[in-house]
């Protein structure tokens, strides 16, 4: 392993660390703005005459199917591992020596504290390898001297892929209509964006309805 090579693990690291946290965020705005936003476009369409259901049953019907085109047989093949699947290896790993240390099975003579300590701890560890956040794997093998592994630039690969994916997901969340009406102080402006969204989702009773809140 060489400096730049650790360097950019580490840089991709805390990208991911800090976007997780923005994406957090995020969920906790979707979570308080939805149902106001949800009930503004109701009050605003029963205030200005417009039957809200049969718009939204109206813009959901079904597409029209289309026939799929026929499926090519290839030669079956074994494919390389990807650098996620190489990658999330690495860290079932790291999660099986972590849980050694962690669980309380494991372990005798522990308080009921250190105990549930312990416990709180692996479930937290579990949850972060379930949602590829390895970053909080990484602040407990520095914890409980668990070795790291080597491969940095394979690592480096697949989180660069990874953030690509987040920054498009917050991307979709900050040009949404509930980003922007959380960002509004005045209730006017509130306004002014509830009635572009009427407008531009239930116009013409013919476009598709896109589900705004569905974003994480």
Request: charged fraction near 40%.
């Amino acid at each position: 392993m060489n400096a730049r090579d650790f360097i950019d693990w580490s840089r991709a690291v805390n990208e991911m660390r800090y976007l997780h946290t923005e994406i957090d965020i995020n969920q906790d705005m979707r979570d308080k703005y939805s149902r106001l936003f949800d009930n503004h476009v109701r009050e605003y369409c029963q205030k200005h005459g417009i039957d809200m259901n049969a718009l939204v049953e109206k813009v959901n019907q079904p597409p029209v199917e289309e026939n799929e085109p026929e499926e090519v047989e290839m030669a079956d093949e074994k494919p390389e591992p990807s650098d996620a699947e190489e990658t999330k290896e690495i860290f079932r790993k790291i999660f099986k020596q972590l849980a050694m240390h962690l669980h309380p099975d494991r372990h005798f003579g522990l308080s009921e504290e250190e105990k549930k300590y312990r416990l709180d701890t692996f479930k937290e560890a579990k949850k972060a390898f379930d949602e590829e956040k390895y970053f909080v794997l990484l602040d407990l093998t520095e914890k409980y001297k668990v070795g790291l592994p080597s491969n940095y630039k394979q690592q480096t690969r697949w989180m660069e892929k990874k953030i690509r994916d987040l920054r498009d997901q917050i991307g979709v969340f900050r040009g949404s209509f509930l980003f922007a009406y959380s960002d509004c102080e005045l209730d006017e402006d509130k306004e002014k964006i509830v009635a572009t969204y009427v407008k531009q989702v239930f116009g013409d009773g013919l476009k598709k309805s896109v589900d705004l809140f569905e974003t994480f």
